[in-house]
């Protein structure tokens, strides 16, 4: 647990919250307009043009993948609710390489092709990614070791396995793209100092919840918790979101491929990771731990909804250039509250997939209609909690 002080205030980074704006249409390709509804298996959505196409594509086929299927993809596997034990069997039909990602050509662009806001503003995007592997191996630890059943702890090692794998590739793209020697843990700090104030609180909660977990190893309440906060929260609503909406960024544009490749792979293997989260919650709202989760999720989706949210009242930076990745939203307050909508619906659908009620979900989602008071004073860019 020793990255868990290895930040400015000795809270640990999660995964990347790039949360990106939705787009309403997928990209033109004919591609991606024939999207077949046919059955599923084990939570893949069959048919010529579906989300098959990414469930079984080799690393050097994902290139090819129409946008729209990698953006439906996690949705078609969550559709198949499917178990720990069938999430396994995924991961062994799913395997890569963080060194098989040819990123030669990247670090070129970035250097010499790319005008210096693109390279600032992936930078930061890129400081999330790195960090939030990084810690996220040790935050997993505990999870793994107080999991339920043997099916749980099978496919909890193939996400140890998949966050390594995640951290390996993040190496090779700060060194090789970004041109940042030292080892990743030498970036922690500067990563920290980028995150907006939501980001660390919730960071700040996590680390708290995974500790408690440590001293109490086998509380499955505890647990649970765990799960809420590591797997519904930061990577069913942020993280994937976030790799979801960078791929998609890079997709409209004609550089940078090599970390496109990197990361279609990485949100292959998040679908797994979410898809595992909303299993372990539905078997615990079954088992009568509805209050242990309902209260962590009061206090963690508000902060997660208004991720964008700045004390300021919006964005930091300027707004969006078209010809460039998209960040988050279009900037400013508006673009905030783009971002906070889209999160609500996206919350308002996984908390109904898991099985919570009508009532309970519409008082969740009535807390996330106001910004919480701690981002309204937090300084940007200060340190929180």
């Known amino acids: 647990m020793d990255s868990f002080a290895k930040t400015a205030d000795g809270a640990a980074i ?13 990209a033109s390709s004919d ?36 946008l729209g299927e990698i953006a439906g993809h996690a949705d078609a596997v969550l559709a198949g609710r ?29 250097a010499h092709r790319m005008p210096r806001v693109l390279r600032d503003r992936l930078t930061r995007v890129m400081h999330t990614f790195v960090v939030g592997e990084y810690t996220g ?9 107080s999991c339920p059943g043997e099916h749980d702890l099978l496919f909890l090692g193939t ?12 190496a090779r793209i700060a060194d090789e793209v970004l041109g940042k020697s030292g080892g990743l843990a030498a970036q922690l700090p500067t990563a920290w100092s980028d995150l907006p104030p939501a980001y660390r609180q919730i960071s700040i909660v996590e680390a708290e919840i995974v500790k408690e977990l440590s001293r109490n190893p086998g509380d499955h309440a505890r647990w649970l918790r ?11 609503l942020l993280a994937l979101d976030g790799q979801r909406t960078l791929v998609q960024g890079l997709g409209r544009v004609s550089f940078l491929q090599g970390i496109k490749t990197g990361f279609t792979a990485m949100l292959r293997d998040e679908a797994r990771h979410v ?30 909804v208004h991720i964008d949210f700045a004390a300021t009242g919006g ?38 997939e898991i099985g919570f009620g009508s009532a309970a979900v519409d008082h969740l989602m009535d807390r996330c209609r106001e910004v919480p008071a701690s981002l309204t004073t937090a300084p940007p860019g200060g340190t929180t909690g």
């Open 31 to 66: 591609h991606n307009s024939r999207v077949t509804m046919g059955p599923y298996r084990e939570g893949v959505l069959m048919g010529r043009w579906s989300a098959f196409l990414l469930d079984e594509a080799e690393l050097d086929e994902m290139p090819g993948v129409p």
């Open 315 to 352: 964005d930091r930076e300027a707004p969006q250039r078209r010809d460039v990745p998209p960040r988050r939203n279009g900037g400013g307050a508006a673009g905030a509250e783009q971002t906070a909508e889209r999160l609500r619906r996206l919350a308002r659908r996984r908390l109904r």
């Open 14 to 26: 999660r995964p990347p919250l790039f949360t990106g704006r939705f787009r309403d249409e997928l």
């Open 226 to 236: 765990a799960v809420t906060v590591f797997h519904f929260v930061t990577e069913g």
């Open 137 to 145: 191996l040790e935050l997993l630890g505990p999870i793994l070791a």
């Open 82 to 110: 499917p178990d720990a034990r069938g999430l396994y069997r995924r991961w062994e039909r799913q395997q890569w390489s963080a060194e098989e990602v040819e990123l030669g050509p990247d670090g070129e662009e970035w």
């Open 159 to 170: 996400q140890v396995a998949d966050e390594s794998r995640h951290t390996a590739m993040m």
């Open 275 to 304: 898809g595992y989260g909303m299993h372990a919650l539905r078997r615990g709202l079954a088992d009568g731990y509805h209050d242990e989760m309902f209260d962590l999720l009061e206090e963690m989706l508000p902060l997660a």
